[in-house]
């Protein structure tokens, strides 16, 4: 087989990356009609805190465990949505199977197997969301009573991520051959990017729901937003002029490795895992057998990230005092897209918990500002990869490995360019011009702003939870640590770890410190 | 001139429908194709032919192709 980047529009209807920016923004498109009116979003599944026996007075019953988001939100047919309950499982299920599979018919996968394994992976996800959902995993102090407990674990619905994860690494570490065969389904990439497409309507509708409370915290938060979008922005410039020479020196002054491997593993470690080894290994013209092995240890340390560092700045060090500090330091440090949004979603969970808890009620953040604010320093990473690999192609086809008669193409940047942003920067940009276009948040434009909430919330909202969920999901199955130990991988191994944890993981946060502290989050408590 | 160009684990394999060249490194390619670009007449003396290779994005395994999708394409100016 084939399948080469020739002209700018190569991979439209074959590569994933394109795939995330059509399924998020055909569902985004589907939300925006609710403005019209017509509300064809509705039926997305969501799951409530529930318990076995609901206390008198109190609430969780198991048979409203999971509901339609449009029974709530939907302006036109919230009697029709109330009615689905928990059939709105099937009819996720049946839409979502019906767009990925049309993805993996063009992407030419294998399409039997792809429809089995994305069903096992979906209705796993979803059981495993249920179970994440029971009070005692995610009630927080505040409401245990009325669940009638007298104690939780308090972990919200970062419950149903921790154990998507561990149920899909069980798979990926003692059902190795299952783990092969759910692979073709096992997409963590293609999931998390479709859900940061959906991010993108998350952070448009953002000063929205602000607005609901009054004018200036809608105001306060498309300010905040754009604040972030900057700061992200500098924050990454300044962490790769800092992170790739840095590990690069380290691999090679102390690890002696040679400086092809060097540099396929510098960027890896220090710029965005995957992608970034497999983009510099080209522009360096490694042996593709560099950047594989590189990026095999990328996506088993990236997880070990994602199981570690939200616990970490949650309860260690910034914790709910400079909580953008924490989520622009996670963008920063934990590598490919899929653990770094999950590790940002799981710590906006935990932190947003923390905060309710540490004030008694009185502080509420709405959900997903931490969030956004992992993947927006990770978004400007993606970004700049290209260019990145663009400026080491020029390094070593014109200086380092001097080849007469050798061009590198401007093309190139195109190519490594993240596609999936441009869904996320379109969805975000067109419903922060729908706040400001209707008197954002003024009295006379807040019945369009209350009809585009209703096709956003099961957006950015239940498809893109639940995204997250088959992304920890899918993160689980694929990752297997015996590859760890594999002696082939040698002193990389210790690179990664001596890099990873002594000096990226510092200096991101004194990055993100130097341009999030301070940095607040709006309290939404009425 | 357009050709694909992959990696066989261990040489780059340069092809197109009428040649196919390989090679352990990148330089050893590129002398490799002008010889035999000059012995089979496809550049005249004196001239200078820019050949494009696309990478075959099939090299890289499936399940890394999900976080990048694009390795190198590359031009090299062969001279007769």
Request: with cysteine; net charge positive; aromatic share 16%.
């Amino acid at each position: 087989m084939t399948s080469v980047n020739r002209k700018w529009y190569s991979g439209m209807l074959t590569q994933e990356d394109w795939w995330a920016v059509w399924l998020g923004l055909f569902f985004f498109g589907l939300g925006l009609l609710s403005i019209a009116g017509v509300d064809l979003v509705g039926w997305a599944v969501y799951p409530k805190k529930w318990v076995f026996n609901v206390p008198e007075g109190g609430t969780g019953s198991i048979s409203h465990a999971f509901y339609a988001l449009g029974s709530k939100y939907s302006l036109t047919a919230k009697a029709f949505y109330k009615g689905l309950g928990w059939w709105s499982i099937i009819w996720t299920y049946v839409i979502f199977t019906i767009a990925t599979c049309i993805g993996a018919y063009c992407m030419k996968w294998d399409l039997k197997r792809y429809f089995v394994g994305w069903t096992i992976i979906y209705f796993l996800t979803i059981a495993t969301w249920f179970v994440g959902h029971h009070a005692f995993f995610a009630a927080n102090k505040t409401n245990w009573h009325k669940y009638g407990l007298n104690f939780a674990l308090s972990l919200g619905g970062g419950a149903s991520f921790i154990l998507a994860l561990i149920i899909g690494l069980i798979i990926g570490n003692f059902f190795k051959g299952f783990a092969s065969y759910l692979s073709e389904a096992a997409k963590p990439e293609w999931f998390i990017k479709t859900a940061i497409v959906f991010l993108g309507v998350k952070v448009g509708y953002l000063p929205i729901k602000a607005a609901a409370t009054s004018a200036k915290l809608g105001h306060q938060m498309a300010d905040l937003t754009g604040h972030l979008f900057l700061a992200g922005a500098v924050a990454t410039i300044v962490a790769y002029m800092i992170f790739w020479p840095g590990v690069y020196l380290i691999a090679r002054r102390i690890f002696k490795l040679p400086r092809k491997t060097a540099a396929v593993l510098g960027s890896g470690i220090s710029i965005c895992g995957v992608s970034a080894a497999v983009a510099t290994g080209g522009a360096v013209r490694a042996k593709p057998v560099v950047s594989i092995m590189v990026s095999a240890l990328v996506v088993v340390w990236a997880v070990i990230e994602l199981v570690v560092l939200p616990g970490f700045f949650t309860h260690v060090w910034p914790g709910t005092s400079d909580p953008l500090v924490a989520g622009s330091a996670m963008g920063m440090a934990v590598k490919t897209d899929g653990a770094d949004a999950a590790a940002g979603d799981l710590l906006d969970e935990f932190l947003r918990n923390k905060i309710e808890v540490e004030t008694n009620g009185r502080v509420k953040w709405p959900e997903g500002v931490i969030t956004t604010s992992a993947v927006m320093t990770k978004v400007w990473i993606d970004m700049f990869i290209g260019l990145w690999a663009f400026v080491l192609a020029m390094v070593w086809v014109y200086k380092i490995d001097r080849r007469p008669g050798e061009t590198v193409m401007a093309s190139e940047v195109w190519h490594r360019f993240p596609k999936f942003v441009l869904g996320y920067f379109t969805a975000w940009f067109i419903y922060l011009a729908i706040f400001f276009l209707n008197g954002a948040g003024a009295p006379e434009g807040m019945h369009v702003l209350k009809a585009a909430k209703a096709g956003a919330v099961p957006v950015e909202k239940g498809f893109r939870k639940l995204f997250f969920m088959l992304t920890f999901m899918s993160l689980g199955i694929i990752t297997d640590f015996s590859k760890l130990a594999e002696a082939k991988f040698g002193r990389m191994v210790w690179v990664y770890f001596v890099a990873l944890f002594l000096f990226i993981i510092p200096v991101a946060v004194i990055i993100a410190y130097l341009f999030h502290h301070g940095m607040t989050i709006p309290n939404i408590a009425g | 001139m357009e050709m694909i160009i992959s990696h066989n684990g261990r040489d780059w394999v340069a092809e197109n429908e009428s040649l196919r060249v390989s090679a352990p490194t990148l330089e050893l390619l590129d002398i490799r194709l002008t010889e035999k670009m000059r012995a089979g007449h496809m550049v005249a003396r004196g001239q200078v032919k820019k050949v494009f290779m696309a990478f075959n994005n099939a090299t890289i395994p499936q399940w890394i192709r999900q976080y990048a999708q694009h390795y190198f394409n590359r031009i090299v100016e062969v001279r007769g």
